[in-house]
């Protein structure tokens, strides 16, 4: 069964505290790996697809890998106005567009 | 582009009630998702469609969830009768794709139902 799975459930950091949140997956055969942005209220924001192990792709402070069974989401300098929930999902091949999301990491940045 | 817009944002009804949840994809995008969100379960696929058409619907709880989508600009669903435990937020999203390869899902506000 694919199964996506997110850590830590949460994360207090202080402002420019650099950390990384990981994500585990389990596949059968993995086409890509998302990253979203979730503010409170909202929907997901789409931040990265990541394809294949060995993957980086960066935006601001954030840069996102990948390897065979699993994901990070490096932030560099935190600032309070990336506080939100991070969530992670997979797509597998021959499943059509379905994603597959983790429980997600509610990070929180204090000045 | 306006984004996904989804209608109403919130709903407020009673067990029993029929309810329907309205969302307008993004101009040109062939795919359109229906999510359910809950603190219990995270975000949840119910069914997608492409090209107006359903693809999967083996997410949709049970025979009281339906889900339409008449044209490439609208899209309903619907759950007849609601219960206490459908109360959760509804997420609709689109996507393009671009030679068979599936491209980023864009997510509406939601939908905040509660069923009392």
């Known amino acids: 069964e694919d199964q996506v799975t997110q850590s830590p459930e949460a994360l207090r950091l202080q402002e420019g505290e650099s950390s990384s949140l990981n994500c585990s997956y389990t596949?059968?055969?993995?086409?890509?790996l998302f990253w979203y942005r979730q503010d409170p209220g909202k929907g997901p924001e789409f931040l990265f697809t990541l394809y294949s192990a060995g993957e980086e792709k960066e935006k601001e402070r954030l840069k996102a890998t990948l390897t065979k069974k699993e994901s990070f989401l490096h932030i560099t300098a935190p600032k309070p106005e990336d506080s939100a929930t991070y969530l992670c999902a997979v797509q597998a091949k021959g499943q059509g567009g379905k994603l597959i999301f983790g429980q997600g990491t509610e990070l929180s940045v204090k000045p | 582009d306006a984004g996904v817009i989804q209608s109403p944002r919130h709903e407020v009804t009673e067990m029993g009630q029929e309810v329907t949840l309205r969302c307008k994809p993004i101009s040109g995008h062939d795919y359109l998702f229906w999510y359910r969100q809950t603190m219990m379960r995270g975000l949840e696929l119910l069914i997608y469609?492409?090209?107006?058409?359903?693809?999967?619907d083996s997410g949709m709880p049970e025979d009281r969830f339906s889900a339409k989508m008449p044209n490439a600009s609208f899209s309903t669903l619907k759950i007849q009768p609601s219960e206490p435990r459908d109360s959760a937020v509804y997420f609709c999203?689109?996507?393009?794709?671009?030679?068979?390869?599936?491209?980023?899902?864009?997510f509406g506000p939601g939908t905040r139902l509660t069923v009392l």
């Open positions: 596949v059968s055969g993995l086409r890509g």
């Open positions: 469609f492409n090209n107006n058409v359903p693809i999967d």
């Open positions: 999203a689109s996507s393009g794709s671009s030679g068979g390869e599936y491209n980023e899902q864009f």
